[in-house]
């Protein structure tokens, strides 16, 4: 299929002539004498390309521009005149002309402009389709109501410039949160730049952050951008952002207040324009009690909160989810795409999923793998999930409230560690105990 173009001028000759050589070149022409036909003309036909003239009686170019703008911002237009000046050529670009060119026409350089153009738009095209499926792709899956709730949060803040602080447990997708707010605001086209606070060494982290000069710190032979310079323009992510250090929130705080830095070992000045989008896992005004974590940060981050729901607060969402996951995982793998029998899913959804959804999807991926059969079944599941129902079953079986008690408190903290990877001290914080009272159950449950 040949590509279309609209051909608006008053000039009868050019009409005639600049038709028959853009036709010889393969193209499909479409022409108007004024601005009111070519607008009735880009409605009816959808040309790929407008080429048009400034002067025009009616409505001059710049306002038919205008208008073409209003309704088909996509659409390619190529200023042609022969009054071409600077004020003009700027006022045309302004408002959206790909490009300028002035009669008497050079019908080469009209054919480069045209080609550049159509190649200009085929790529805007492309980006937006990519963008789509990346929009697809980092979408927060799920029907339950906390998920529905979410994704009203997350598609009412995104188009803002508002910061963001994502709360919730963890493996329960923050990332993805912060992803899908990225993508869908008006910083898209631009990056967003993920900071690990827990996974960069203290002395370091300023480097990280902010950058430094050729050999400011040891061993460093060349100049390194830092983070907020390279987020400029788009999104800066700081996970974990608990798990920093009282210096090192300092300094945050300061370059988010001033919005200005300076690379390590330099002088020069450097502004950032950044939107930020904070989570972490943790209780941050816990830890603004305990003094690990300074309030003013927490109130200049917290300005939009969002609560990610942990996976057993969304169940209904899990046979969906598995679903994606055996989907991803048969593409990934190259393999036929396996299934989950009703009973194996029942129990997966009875699941309280201390490791929430990253838990879920290492499970799925893990018995797409070793599962040989096109079918998993139950007896291809985990011990500590198909166990489970019996688990509850003896618990409700037990005579005595106090027996009862202590035998739910150990499958209790027992699920706890799970998901502090049995980290005794990081479970008692949590779940607010002392380590010994944690480490007394267990000795008490060993065999």
Request: glycine share 6%; with cysteine.
């Given at each position: 299929?040949?590509?279309s173009?609209?051909?608006?001028?008053?000039?009868?000759?050019?009409?005639?002539?600049?038709?028959?050589?853009?036709?010889?070149?393969?193209?499909?022409?479409?022409?108007?004498?004024?601005?009111?036909?070519?607008?009735?003309?880009?409605?009816?036909?959808?040309?790929?390309?407008?080429?048009?003239?400034?002067?025009?009686?009616?409505?001059?170019?710049?306002?038919?521009?205008?208008?073409?703008?209003?309704?088909n911002?996509?659409?390619?237009?190529?200023?042609?005149?022969?009054?071409?000046?600077?004020?003009?050529?700027?006022k045309?670009?302004?408002?959206g002309?790909?490009?300028l060119?002035?009669?008497?026409?050079?019908?080469?350089?009209?054919?480069?402009?045209?080609?550049?153009?159509?190649?200009?738009?085929?790529?805007?095209?492309?980006?937006?389709?990519?963008?789509?499926?990346?929009?697809?792709?980092?979408?927060?899956?799920?029907?339950?109501?906390?998920?529905?709730?979410?994704?009203?949060?997350?598609a009412?803040?995104?188009?803002?410039?508002?910061?963001?602080?994502i709360?919730?447990?963890?493996?329960?997708?923050?990332?993805?949160?912060?992803?899908?707010?990225?993508?869908?605001?008006?910083?898209?086209?631009?990056?967003?730049?993920?900071?690990?606070?827990?996974?960069?060494?203290?002395?370091?982290?300023?480097s990280?952050?902010?950058?430094?000069?050729?050999?400011?710190?040891?061993?460093?032979?060349?100049?390194?951008?830092?983070?907020?310079?390279?987020?400029?323009?788009?999104?800066?992510?700081?996970?974990?952002?608990?798990?920093?250090?009282?210096?090192?929130?300092?300094?945050?705080?300061?370059?988010?207040?001033?919005?200005?830095?300076?690379?390590?070992?330099?002088?020069?000045?450097?502004?950032?324009?950044v939107?930020?989008?904070?989570?972490?896992?943790?209780?941050?005004?816990?830890?603004?009690?305990?003094?690990?974590?300074?309030?003013?940060?927490?109130?200049?981050?917290?300005?939009?909160?969002?609560?990610?729901?942990?996976?057993?607060d969304?169940?209904?969402?899990?046979?969906?989810?598995?679903?994606?996951?055996?989907?991803?995982?048969?593409?990934?793998?190259?393999?036929?795409?396996?299934?989950?029998?009703?009973?194996?899913?029942?129990?997966?959804?009875?699941?309280t999923?201390?490791?929430?959804?990253?838990?879920?999807?290492?499970?799925?991926?893990?018995?797409?793998?070793?599962?040989?059969?096109?079918?998993?079944?139950?007896?291809?599941?985990?011990?500590?999930?198909?166990?489970?129902?019996?688990?509850?079953?003896e618990?409700?079986?037990?005579?005595?409230?106090?027996?009862?008690?202590?035998?739910?408190?150990?499958?209790?903290?027992?699920?706890?560690?799970?998901?502090?990877?049995?980290?005794?001290?990081?479970?008692?914080?949590?779940?607010?105990?002392?380590?010994?009272?944690?480490?007394?159950?267990?000795?008490?449950?060993?065999?």
């Amino acid at each position: 299929m040949f590509p279309s173009i609209l051909i608006v001028d008053d000039e009868p000759s050019i009409l005639q002539s600049l038709s028959g050589l853009l036709t010889d070149e393969g193209f499909e022409v479409i022409t108007a004498n004024n601005g009111y036909e070519a607008l009735k003309v880009i409605d009816t036909e959808a040309p790929d390309l407008v080429l048009l003239d400034i002067w025009m009686p009616g409505i001059d170019g710049i306002e038919t521009l205008k208008e073409i703008k209003k309704n088909n911002a996509a659409l390619p237009v190529i200023i042609i005149t022969g009054h071409g000046n600077v004020e003009t050529a700027v006022k045309a670009t302004k408002l959206g002309a790909f490009d300028l060119i002035e009669k008497p026409l050079n019908i080469d350089k009209v054919i480069v402009a045209i080609n550049n153009a159509l190649n200009f738009r085929r790529l805007e095209e492309e980006n937006r389709f990519l963008r789509k499926k990346t929009i697809e792709k980092h979408s927060i899956s799920g029907v339950s109501s906390p998920v529905q709730a979410l994704k009203m949060q997350i598609a009412t803040v995104a188009p803002t410039e508002s910061w963001v602080l994502i709360k919730g447990e963890n493996g329960t997708g923050k990332e993805l949160v912060a992803r899908t707010i990225h993508q869908l605001s008006p910083r898209a086209e631009s990056p967003m730049i993920d900071v690990n606070c827990a996974a960069i060494p203290e002395t370091l982290i300023e480097s990280e952050l902010f950058g430094h000069e050729k050999g400011a710190l040891s061993g460093s032979s060349t100049k390194k951008r830092g983070k907020f310079e390279m987020a400029n323009t788009g999104t800066i992510f700081l996970d974990e952002i608990a798990d920093m250090s009282l210096v090192t929130q300092a300094k945050i705080l300061r370059v988010l207040d001033e919005k200005k830095f300076q690379r390590v070992g330099g002088g020069r000045v450097l502004t950032t324009d950044v939107r930020v989008i904070a989570a972490t896992n943790k209780d941050l005004e816990a830890e603004i009690e305990n003094g690990s974590f300074r309030e003013d940060l927490y109130y200049r981050l917290n300005v939009v909160p969002i609560e990610v729901p942990p996976l057993r607060d969304r169940a209904k969402d899990i046979p969906a989810l598995a679903e994606i996951f055996l989907t991803e995982a048969a593409a990934s793998n190259r393999e036929k795409r396996k299934t989950l029998s009703s009973n194996a899913l029942e129990i997966l959804t009875k699941y309280t999923w201390p490791g929430n959804v990253r838990e879920l999807k290492n499970l799925i991926e893990r018995l797409a793998i070793m599962v040989q059969k096109d079918t998993i079944t139950v007896r291809d599941l985990p011990a500590n999930l198909s166990d489970q129902k019996t688990a509850v079953s003896e618990l409700f079986s037990i005579d005595g409230m106090e027996k009862a008690r202590i035998a739910f408190e150990a499958e209790y903290v027992r699920k706890k560690l799970a998901a502090h990877d049995n980290d005794v001290a990081k479970t008692a914080k949590a779940i607010g105990v002392k380590p010994k009272y944690i480490k007394s159950l267990i000795t008490a449950n060993k065999g």
